[in-house]
């Protein structure tokens, strides 16, 4: 960690060993990515112990979300870095000939990677991962939200890299700012649509480009001719897996009313499966980050009519899972994205209904869809606009490193993950190499004569 009063120096350091063209050899990044891995492997309690701490999560949880979907971006790196170094070639057209061309991938310098608190070791350091395969230095900044995550955050960055490679600035917003101020090769954000607006506007001054993962309201249609058991499950999982703080959770639901009643029974049964009796005294349920967000949600309790959950502690930051019926398109709760355990339900008779609701809303990050139709399926996708799409399943597209991850308009700009972290941190060169064996005199003036041979 550093001292908020040396950002500048560090950042100056870190140029300059950038400039000393160290972090662009092949076998130096793959020791940094074995180095990360290393360090995560033997903080796996640690880890575990701060997100207990910050959200109350648990170790199953935390080691499926957290560790093991870094350990996979870290292996997927390893394993495909060599193939992502080497230049690609290019088709050259009649008038370049005789020429080759390719484009050579290289590092932008110093990356900012900004990390929200919901997943905030994993989304701090699965960019990282991208910023090292790509041959960067960076500088993170952990959300103060989470933060004992950050500590170890910035143990595990500390142990491992020396500061003019990768160092962590703890802090928040003010530090955050203050990072904003200087100039970087690239900011990498994760957060809110309404920050990603304040880094983008920032990062302009400096005509840095960035990378914007922001979040929204993604909307979940359950078809009627669904496996209803199976759709509950699988909502449930991804609405109250770490108490709905999740980016990708399916917002609300658009139901098919012909299946609304049998559903409904489903999603309770489905509840009181993974959380008991009473969420409150189960190991296995979150809890919210703090009490302004706690304040922020409990006042959704009072759209529609609750009819599953509804109970809330805010000495304990809790809030049971909750599914509200009879929600009005203008409730407060349907006007931007509710990061909690509450589940509005919106039921429709016509799938155009679903399809203008979604339309009506900034583009989401995600839009899930239960149904086995075909052309439901292809409706679907061919009519709304999203970050990405599942179909029958909820929040596992986030979580495979062989599949680009970010939104569209307002839930983001840019894509990471895999070959697409890479990508992002990287400068795509084009190279045209030419020959002397001849040249094409057409170019050159006097043109007079020469139009009709072009
Ligand atoms: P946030 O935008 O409040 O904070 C994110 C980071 O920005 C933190 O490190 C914080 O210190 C910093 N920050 C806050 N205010 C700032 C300011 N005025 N100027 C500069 N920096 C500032 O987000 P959050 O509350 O940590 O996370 C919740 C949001 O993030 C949700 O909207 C969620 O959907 C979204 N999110 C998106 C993804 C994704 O992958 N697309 C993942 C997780 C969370």
Redo the contacts with the bound molecule.
């Keep these: 960690m550093i001292f908020q009063l040396s950002i500048s120096d560090t950042i100056r350091k870190q140029r300059k060993f950038f400039q000393s063209g160290t972090t662009k050899d092949f076998a130096f990044r793959l020791v940094q990515l074995k180095a990360l891995k290393q360090a995560i492997i033997q903080h796996q309690t640690d880890i575990t112990h701060a997100l207990l701490a910050d959200l109350n999560r648990a170790e199953v949880e935390t080691y499926g979300t957290e560790i093991l979907l870094i350990l996979s971006e870290i292996d997927y790196a390893i394993k495909n870095l060599k193939q992502w170094m080497q230049p690609q070639k290019l088709a050259t057209n009649i008038q370049q000939l005789p020429a080759s061309a390719h484009i050579y991938p290289e590092p932008l310098g110093i990356a900012l990677i900004?990390?929200?608190?919901?997943?905030p070791f994993q989304?701090t350091l699965s960019p990282l991962v991208g910023a090292i395969a790509a041959g960067n230095c960076a500088i993170i900044?952990?959300?103060?939200?989470a933060s004992n995550c950050s500590k170890v955050i910035a143990e595990i960055i500390t142990k491992s890299f020396a500061s003019e490679y990768i160092t962590v600035v703890e802090?928040?917003?003010d530090?955050?700012?203050q990072l904003?101020a200087d100039k970087f090769d690239h900011i990498f954000?994760?957060?809110?649509?309404?920050?990603?607006k304040?880094?983008m506007e920032?990062a302009a001054k400096h005509l840095t480009p960035v990378t914007?993962?922001?979040?929204?309201k993604s909307p979940c249609i359950v078809d009627a001719d669904v496996n209803i058991e199976c759709t509950a499950q699988r909502i449930i999982w991804g609405k109250f897996l770490n108490a709905g703080?999740?980016?990708?959770a399916p917002d609300y639901l658009l139901v098919n009313k012909n299946i609304k009643p049998q559903l409904l029974t489903a999603l309770q049964k489905s509840i009181k499966e993974f959380y008991g009796d009473n969420p409150a005294k189960s190991p296995d349920y979150g809890r919210i980050?703090n009490h302004k967000?706690f304040d922020r949600l409990v006042k959704f309790l009072q759209d529609g009519h609750i009819c599953i959950g509804g109970e809330s502690n805010k000495i304990e930051c809790y809030i049971a899972p909750t599914v509200i019926d009879n929600i009005s398109l203008t409730s407060a709760v349907m006007q931007s994205?509710i990061?909690g355990p509450i589940l509005p339900i919106i039921e429709y008779g016509d799938i155009d209904k679903a399809i203008t609701i979604i339309n009506s809303q900034p583009k989401p990050?995600a839009v899930y869809l239960f149904s086995q139709d075909k052309k439901l399926q292809q409706r679907i996708l061919q009519n709304t606009s999203s970050?990405g799409v599942c179909i029958n399943d909820t929040v596992m597209q986030?979580a495979a490193s062989g599949l680009p991850?970010?939104?569209v308009g307002d839930?983001?700009i840019g894509r990471y993950h895999g070959k697409t972290s890479f990508e992002t941190f990287s400068h795509y060169k084009t190279v045209l190499q030419r020959s002397f064996l001849f040249d094409i005199k057409l170019r050159y003036a006097p043109y007079k004569g020469k139009l009709q041979w072009l």
């Design positions: 900004i990390g929200p608190w919901n997943y989304l900044k952990p959300s103060e939200l802090g928040g917003v530090t955050s700012q904003l954000f994760t957060g809110g649509t309404a920050i990603g304040i880094v920032a914007l993962e922001l979040g929204g703080q999740t980016c990708v980050i967000h994205e990061f990050l970050g986030a991850f970010g939104g839930s983001g």
